[in-house]
């Protein structure tokens, strides 16, 4: 069955970095897209970005176009998700979701939550 | 960045009919599909419909989804006491935020 198992609880200060990982299982890896999503406290979910987890082609928010890399490890199975000069606002369950190429987000990891505080 | 608008809360009674709504400009849902997730507490989104009317395998068909012009509508029938959760809405913008998401709606089940 397809499974999406990301890392663990991370806590970073302001200014640092975090990289969150997305190993999937139960299908090619490299057949299919990652995207990268995140929800703060009570907030909307909103998109980060994507990788085609095949060529490794990414596609980014404006938003965190800049202080977001969205990576893949072909032979590990595994996304990568890195944030630069993380801020309080930061503070958010991030998940990984496959993309199918047919449609979006037909499955997704369990979440990671990332606390950045002094 | 655009966004979608989604009323906060919703409710029903077990065995009714409820329609969730989800607005929209032309630059996502104008142009694009409708997506829709439910969430239970603590967990990660589930996908629900795409392409504005599709429903994944393993999704009853008690749940439907619709668009009509910048809007989109999830039709829950039957409603259960297991449906209570946060139901969020999401489609492509063509703008600089990619895939944009509603600010979801709290479904209760009284």
């Known amino acids: 069955q397809v499974q999406l198992v990301q890392s663990g609880v991370e806590v970073k200060e302001p200014g640092a970095s975090v990289k969150v990982s997305c190993k999937a299982s139960?299908?090619?890896?490299?057949?299919?897209?990652t995207h990268w999503l995140r929800q703060a406290p009570g907030q909307r979910l909103e998109w980060m970005g994507w990788i085609n987890a095949g060529t490794g082609n990414t596609k980014y928010s404006q938003k965190f176009q800049g202080r977001v890399t969205i990576t893949r490890d072909t032979s590990a199975s595994t996304a990568y998700m890195e944030m630069s000069s993380l801020r309080s606002e930061d503070t958010a369950v991030y998940y990984c979701?496959?993309?199918?190429?047919?449609?979006?987000?037909?499955?997704w990891g369990q979440g990671t939550l990332v606390t950045v505080s002094s | 960045q655009s966004v979608l608008t989604q009323p906060p809360s919703a409710s029903g009674t077990p065995g009714q009919r409820v329609i969730l709504s989800c607005s929209g400009s032309s630059s996502n849902i104008g142009r694009n599909s409708v997506y829709w997730f439910q969430q239970l507490p603590g967990a990660a989104p589930k996908l629900l419909i795409y392409?504005?009317?599709q429903r994944p395998s393993g999704v009853p068909d008690r749940f439907s989804g619709s668009k009509s012009g910048t809007s989109g509508s999830l039709a829950i029938s039957g409603l259960r006491s297991e449906d209570e959760a946060d139901y969020y809405c999401a489609a492509w913008d063509g703008g600089p935020g990619g895939w944009v998401f509603g600010g979801g709606t709290k479904l209760t089940v009284l």
């Open positions: 979701a496959r993309d199918n190429y047919e449609y979006s987000f037909d499955y």
């Open positions: 392409t504005t009317n």
């Open positions: 139960g299908y090619t890896f490299i057949n299919y897209g």
